[in-house]
C-alpha cells in the first residue's frame, strides 16, 4: 500500500475526530515551568469556553493557567512522566474553563519532538460520566438512608409485636389451648425471622453509608469460634447435618471487632446449614500460610450443590441469592454475603469463596483476618 496514501487517510482520520465535538486536540510545547498551547482544534478551544477568535486575542495559554489550583501538583508529576517516558494516560484532569467552572477530563499526551520539547494532547470530556455518577451516588445515599429510616422505625412496633407474643405464651394473659400454643409459635417464628430481615436491612444501610463502628481488640479465636459453633449445632442436628468444629490452638488470636466477627460467622455458618442437604457435612476450622504468616484464615465448608465460578463475584452484590437462576430452594435478601464481606474488609480482612458446581461438590468461604499476639 502506498505510505503517502496511508498517511493520507490517517490524517483525515485525525481531522475526523477532531471535528467530532467529542475529542479535543492541542499541541503544546514546554521549558522551564511553562507548557505553552500553539495550537488547538474547535472543540479543544470549546471546552476552554473559547471560540477561534476568544482563544486567538486572549492566548497563548499556558497549561498551568489552566490547571485547578490544587491539581498543580499532579499536573507537574505527568509533566517529569511524559518526559522521561515518552507519552502518559490517560489522567483524570480538571480544567478551568472561561468562565470560571471546573472541566472534567481525560488526557492523552505523547511527546512529537523530544528535542523541541513538544507534545500532542488527546482531551475527552468527561462531564457527563461525571454527573452520571454522582447523581448515582446522590441516589445510593438516599436509598440507605430511607433504608435506614425505614428499618429503624419498622423494629419499634415488631419489637412490641415479640413482646405481647412472649407475655402471651407465658400465660400472662391467661391460659392457652394446645391447638392456640401451636399457632403462637408459628407466629412467633414469622416474628423472628422478620425481625431478622430487618436488622439485616438495617445493618446493610448502615454500611452503605459508612455509619458503622469497629471496636478492634484482640480475639481469641478459638473461644470465638467455640462461641458460634454452639449456636447452630442445634440447627445442623435438626436437618440432620454433620457439623464439626476444628479449633485453633487456644493462643491464636485475631485482631477483629470481636461482635461483628460473630455476625460474619453466624451468616456464614446458617447459609451453609441452609443450602446443605440433609446427610451432609459442614466444617469449620483455620488455617495459618507461610506466604501470608500475618493473617489468619478461617474457613466455612460444605457439602451443598456449589456455585458456578462465574457467580463468584455476584454472590456478594446486595439482594442476590447464592442459588439465583435456579429454582430458589431458601428464604432471604440476600444481604449475607454482601454483609460478611463489608463487615471483614471493615476489620482489614476479606472474604473469599471457591466452589464447584454439583451436588455434594460444596463450597468453601474463607474469612481472612489480621493475625495478633496472643495477651501475655
Not at 486567538?56 to 499556558?62: K, S, Y
Not at 507537574?76 to 515518552?86: I, K, N, Y
Not at 467552572?101 to 494532547?121: C, E, G, M, N, Y
Not at 454433620?242 to 456464614?268: G, N, W
Request: aromatic content about 6%.
Amino acid at each position: 500500500m502506498d505510505s503517502h496514501a496511508t498517511d493520507a487517510r490517517f490524517d483525515a482520520g485525525l481531522r475526523a475526530i477532531g471535528a467530532s465535538g467529542v475529542v479535543g486536540l492541542c499541541n503544546w510545547t514546554f521549558a522551564g515551568d511553562s507548557a505553552v498551547i500553539t495550537a488547538a482544534d474547535d472543540t479543544f478551544i470549546a471546552m476552554l469556553g473559547h471560540d477561534r477568535e476568544s482563544f486567538a486575542r486572549e492566548g497563548p495559554f499556558d497549561w498551568r493557567r489552566l490547571i485547578p489550583p490544587d491539581s498543580l501538583t499532579s499536573f507537574d508529576e505527568r509533566l517529569a512522566e511524559l518526559v522521561e517516558m515518552g507519552a502518559h494516560g490517560p489522567h483524570a484532569q480538571d480544567i478551568v474553563s472561561r468562565t470560571g467552572h471546573r472541566i472534567p477530563l481525560l488526557v492523552t499526551s505523547a511527546l512529537t519532538d523530544a528535542t523541541a520539547r513538544t507534545a500532542t494532547s488527546i482531551c475527552l470530556d468527561v462531564s457527563d460520566q461525571v454527573r452520571a455518577r454522582a447523581d448515582a451516588e446522590r441516589a445510593s445515599v438516599a436509598k440507605s438512608r430511607f433504608l435506614g429510616v425505614m428499618t429503624h422505625e419498622l423494629r419499634t412496633p415488631l419489637n412490641t409485636i415479640i413482646g405481647q407474643l412472649e407475655l402471651v405464651t407465658d400465660g400472662t394473659y391467661g391460659d392457652l389451648t394446645e391447638q392456640q400454643r401451636t399457632a403462637l409459635a408459628r407466629v412467633k417464628r414469622a416474628s423472628a425471622q422478620l425481625r431478622a430481615l430487618v436488622d439485616e436491612v438495617l445493618t446493610f444501610s448502615r454500611l452503605e453509608t459508612g455509619v458503622v463502628h469497629y471496636d478492634m481488640q484482640h480475639v481469641v479465636l478459638a473461644d470465638a469460634l467455640l462461641r458460634v459453633s454452639s449456636e447452630v449445632g442445634a440447627q445442623a442436628e435438626a436437618k440432620g447435618i454433620t457439623f464439626q468444629l476444628l479449633p485453633p490452638t487456644a493462643d491464636m488470636c485475631v485482631r477483629a471487632d470481636e461482635a461483628k466477627l460473630h455476625d460474619v460467622l453466624l451468616a456464614l455458618l446458617s447459609n451453609a446449614l441452609k443450602f446443605t442437604p440433609t446427610g451432609g457435612h459442614v466444617t469449620l476450622d483455620t488455617a495459618v500460610r507461610a506466604a501470608a504468616s500475618d493473617y489468619v484464615f478461617v474457613r466455612v465448608s460444605d457439602t451443598g450443590s456449589g456455585i458456578a465460578r462465574e457467580r463468584y463475584t455476584a454472590i456478594f452484590e446486595p439482594f442476590t441469592q447464592t442459588d439465583e437462576g435456579r429454582a430458589r430452594s431458601a428464604t432471604g435478601l440476600g444481604l449475607g454475603l454482601t454483609i460478611s464481606r463489608d463487615l471483614a474488609a471493615g476489620m482489614g480482612g476479606d472474604l473469599r469463596v471457591r466452589s464447584t458446581l454439583g451436588d455434594g461438590a460444596g463450597s468453601t468461604f474463607t474469612l481472612s483476618l489480621r493475625r495478633a499476639e496472643a495477651p501475655g
